[in-house]
């Protein structure tokens, strides 16, 4: 239990440090990395739910990853760890934003859409963390023994979701997406090559 204790705490540790902390540093002007893809693509307030409930996903794809072997859980940790700090650099040296709509309605999906907006501002975009972090549970959950293999499925199934909710409510634009890829998947394999601790 101290081991995932341990793993879990770097994690989310090194993930807060970066999104907090590269909000502090003074960076130079933003980029807009809008196309006329996403000018094309219509908010859909609907699909905040998804942008929302991914973090439940994430817990419980962190618990089963975690508690898997322990070479298992440290590639998945130093990989998870990696991504964000590659992430924070690109934060810091290519910053990004966006122009947000403004969301009229009254109904539930569109006040959980002014309530995200009020939380997170247009910065930290390029690459999209959301589908960074979903893209991990999909690769690490792929790798479990004690996971039926349906999981692995439902992961890639929620990823593709995510990528759809972070454009339908105007959080991200489509470049984020494969950024994040690129980034999470450099980040696995270079988690890879550092040296392996014998089983504990």
Excluded at 19 to 34: C, D, V
Excluded at 175 to 183: E, G, K, N, R, S
Aim: glycine share 4%; hydrophobic share 50%.
């Amino acid at each position: 239990m101290r081991f995932v204790l341990r793993c879990a705490l770097l994690a989310l540790g090194t993930q807060l440090l970066v999104y907090y902390a590269t909000r502090l540093i003074p960076t130079p002007p933003a980029h807009i990395l809008t196309t006329r893809l996403d000018d094309a693509i219509r908010v859909s307030p609907i699909w905040v739910t998804v942008y929302f409930l991914v973090f439940i996903d994430w817990l419980a794809c962190a618990i089963a990853i975690l508690f898997e072997r322990r070479s298992h859980a440290r590639w998945f940790t130093a990989a998870y760890v990696i991504g964000m700090l590659i992430s924070g650099v690109i934060f810091v040296v290519y910053p990004c934003t966006m122009q947000r709509p403004e969301i009229p309605g009254s109904d539930p999906f569109s006040l959980m859409m002014r309530l995200l907006y009020r939380i997170d501002t247009p910065t930290n975009l390029f690459p999209s963390l959301h589908v960074m972090i979903t893209y991990f549970c999909w690769r690490g959950s792929m790798g479990c023994e004690k996971l039926p293999k349906w999981f692995s499925t439902l992961q890639f199934g929620i990823l593709i979701c995510v990528c759809l909710s972070i454009l339908f409510v105007k959080q991200h634009v489509f470049v984020d997406i494969p950024a994040a890829i690129v980034v999470g998947e450099l980040a696995l394999q270079l988690a890879k090559l550092l040296p392996e601790k014998s089983e504990e």
